[in-house]
């Protein structure tokens, strides 16, 4: 694999990568803490390598009838593949998915925990159906005293896969023709085909070594996939060749069928709680008073008349080893509790920790045309009771410093979105999003793109928002790349995926790099605009870690 990527590698350096991708500058190398892992799945091919102008041959699904449990889809599925071997298609390229039906529902998480930890794997699901008026008051509405409820008919509840039929990484910023790349292997006739990944927050950083084996951007299209459905399931298989980089039709299937020998039937219930857990260390950085520091600077340079900064994010690494080991999927298990109205998601390449996280920020999600964006920004905590919680709200609602955090954010947005679409509708203009554990000021933009191409452009252009970032973006980057002494790596960057007729994105925070056996790499960060101050910030990232935290005892300082 690793001759693999050196070949893409010097085959697409980007001449002109400032125009085509997107950009980020330098930031700090941080310190390894996690050890190799051995290659448990089966070789593929790194899409990148192919011509992105060049359509592939075929992109086909097809059904196959249902069974009533996931031991019959396998054992069905094992009988498609080796049927694919004697029946091979007249193209040189291709993506094929087999997909069976299972009349039982059975949660995608619990399929992917079963599954021995065959790498690479992901795991993505969408928010919840129904934002009810206890979780997304309007401002307007607030004062009349009613809730807005919107709802989203969205069938596919989750997706859990492993092996890649076929992925795609680079080193380089994430440009049109690595997005082409991906495209190519998609199709509106094929929705459930899909490439599940996430981009790094800065591009051009230097990458620290746990971050290495994710690349400048990461995407799997699984050769394994379980759908979590309304209702039902289904498990699916998909197997993609390309000729033209060396990955025949008769490899790729053998190469599914490897990976289906390794493949579990039994799925048990999860529990969705953390045996006993000890923090034996927890390492900040910065520290608190390197913290101080930071946000301090941060102020003179947007309280001076020099600098045009107005808002910059700064975030924080902290660094927790526990005892017994953390396991990520049984971590993720348990933020599903606390996931409600947000995204939860597992991004692990071969020979690499996981990527796991449970944020409540959608960058985007596009329908062919239709395009939707949201501002999220300033934060609260929930409150103990109805009336502290209404209180908070209020609080909320009528700070200055968090107005002003969140318009940056929303207007920002809009003009990003009014670049590429006719029209732009706001609506909310300014609503509290309430979360399990926190609450955010929260707006939701709307517009129709000129064509599906915009895609890129959409997401090169809202990655970074100010609310991850910073406002004006280059001047915040600079500052971020200038005083944090840690890798961002895949937080607060882009993670969702691509299909043929719909994509989805959220942006990867509340987050955690996680290995088993070698602890946690927990990311949390915060608006700093005029009258923050550091104290109130530092309980913020606290408050915003806590979702992991909380899993644990200390039996050391923190």
Known sequence: ?????????????????????????????????????????????????????????????RTLPAVLSPALAVDRLKSAVSELQSDPPPFDSGIIRLQVPVQEQIEALDWLHAQNQLLPRCFFS????????????????????????????????????????VFFRHLHPFSFDDWRSIKRFLSEKCPLIRAYGAIRFDARANVSREWEAFGSFYFMVPQVEFDEL??????????????????????????????????????????????????????????KTSWALAVNRALQMINSSNSSLNKVVLAQSSNVMTTPDIDPLTWLSCLQVEGQNSYQFCLQ???????????????????????????????????????LDLQIELDLLSSPKDHLEFTIVREWIRRK??????????????????????????????GKLASEDDEFDVLSSLHPTPAVCGFPTEDARLLIAETEMFDRGMYAGPVGWFGGEESE?????????????????????????????????WKELELKKSQFTKLMKCVMPI
Not at 20 to 39: D, E, H, T
Not at 363 to 387: D, P, Q, V, W, Y
């Open 1 to 61: 694999m690793a001759a693999t990527t050196g070949h893409c590698i010097a085959r697409f350096i980007d001449p002109e990568p400032m125009k085509y991708s997107i950009s980020a500058i330098s930031i700090r190398q941080s310190v390894n803490v996690f050890k190799k892992r051995n290659l448990l799945c089966s070789m593929s091919m790194n899409g990148c390598q192919g011509e992105p102008r060049l359509p592939v041959g075929t992109v086909e699904t």
């Open 349 to 387: 390449p071969s020979d690499a920790p996981a990527f796991i996280g449970n944020t409540p920020e959608r960058l985007f999600h596009r329908n062919k045309l239709s395009i939707c964006s949201e501002a999220l920004a300033a934060t609260r905590a929930r409150g103990g009771s109805k009336a």
């Open 230 to 287: 309304e209702g039902s399931s289904m498990l699916a298989t998909t197997v993609a060749w390309d000729n033209a980089i060396s990955l025949t039709y008769e490899k790729a299937v053998a190469a599914l069928q490897a990976t289906m020998q390794q493949v579990s039937s039994i799925v048990l219930k999860s529990q969705n709680e953390v045996p006993s857990t000890f923090i034996l260390s927890n390492n900040h950085i910065p520290g």
């Open 505 to 537: 994105f959220a942006v990867g925070i509340r987050s955690a790099l996680v290995e088993k056996g070698n602890g946690a790499l927990l990311y949390a960060g915060t608006g700093i605009v005029q009258g923050s101050d550091p104290s109130v910030e």
């Open 126 to 165: 969408g928010r919840s159906q129904s934002v009810g008026s206890d979780l997304l008051v309007d401002v307007n509405q607030r004062i009349n005293g009613k809730g807005h409820t919107s709802s989203e008919g969205h069938k596919l509840i989750s997706v859990a896969g492993i092996g890649s039929a």
């Open 417 to 446: 979105l009014e670049a590429v679409c006719a029209s732009v509708v706001v609506e909310p203009e300014k609503a509290i999003r309430k979360l399990p554990r926190v609450q955010h000021l929260y707006a939701q933009l709307t």
